[in-house]
Nanobody, 126 residues
Framework: VQLQAFGGGLVQAGGSLRLSCAASGRTSRNWLMGWFRQAPGKEREFVAGLRWSNGGTRVAEAVKGRFTIFRDSAKNTAILQMNNLNPEDTAVYYC????????????????????WGQGTQVTVSS
């Protein structure tokens, strides 16, 4: 499985960005795709996840109401729409895949995800 994340960039506070994660290789309808982020000096944290089988989603409390995750099934792509960005959202954003997720669970545990993309930088200026 190969994951390619793109769409990061520099934006002013209050602005929006859309990140995409395109999957290729041995894809699956049953996996879980997630977005994580890591700011300098901080641990990697869960942002949002989506179950490919039924479209079920989970969004971290820190971004709830501002970020949305959805899919383009035809393109095997998970999309993270980020609105009302603030400087605390500045980080490298990674997409990842859990190929064998537990039933009805969108895990936020990074170690449960087996495949990772290369990361894309998001910088929000004040």
């Amino acid at each position: 499985v190969q994951l390619q994340a793109f769409g990061g960039g520099l934006v002013q506070a209050g602005g929006s960005l859309r990140l995409s994660c395109a999957a290729s290789g041995r894809t699956s309808r049953n996996w879980l795709m997630g977005w994580f982020r890591q700011a300098p000096g901080k641990e990697r944290e869960f942002v949002a996840g989506l179950r490919w089988s039924n479209g079920g989603t989970r969004v971290a409390e820190a971004v709830k109401g501002r970020f949305t995750i959805f899919r383009d099934s035809a393109k095997n792509t998970a999309i993270l729409q980020m609105n009302n960005l603030n400087p605390e959202d500045t980080a490298v954003y990674y997409c990842a895949v859990d190929v064998n997720p537990a039933p009805s669970v969108v895990t936020g545990v990074a170690t449960m995800y087996e495949y990772w993309g290369q990361g894309t930088q998001v910088t929000v200026s004040s």
